[in-house]
């Protein structure tokens, strides 16, 4: 099964930015214009929940939660999604995962970064 690949996790004081990245490899072939790109996290005890979706005419939408802090882009050339996080919190602390959705329901998911905020 392919995977995507998150990097950019890392240890942040609260307050401070971080800005996450996930790449498709080549070899997922279906076209990554036409694909949903979606951040979800975990948080320590707690289910996996989506942060943010970006769709492939570049609609956004985010939790409540992270509304007016977080910002989804991606750059099909790149073929990568990114996450831009700004006033962490520690209540942001978690994994977080990169999640790229195709029109014939095949899913790719990556294994994670972490973040943790400090306060």
């Known amino acids: 099964q392919e995977q995507v690949v998150e990097s950019g996790g890392g240890l942040v004081q609260a307050g401070g930015s971080l800005r996450l990245s996930c790449r498709s490899p080549?070899?997922?072939?279906?076209?990554?214009?036409?694909?949903?790109l979606e951040w979800y996290r975990q948080l320590p005890g707690k289910q996996r929940e989506l942060v943010a979706r970006?769709?492939?005419?570049?609609?956004?939408t985010y939790a409540d939660s992270v509304k007016g802090r977080f910002t989804i882009s991606k750059d099909n050339t790149k073929r990568t999604v990114y996450l831009q996080m700004n006033s962490l919190r520690p209540s942001d602390t978690g994994v977080y995962y990169c999640?790229?959705?195709?029109?014939?329901?095949?899913?790719?998911w990556g294994q994670g970064t972490q973040v943790t905020v400090q306060g």
């Open positions: 080549r070899t997922i072939l279906s076209v990554f214009g036409s694909s949903v």
């Open positions: 970006i769709i492939s005419g570049g609609s956004t």
């Open positions: 999640r790229r959705g195709e029109n014939n329901g095949v899913d790719y």
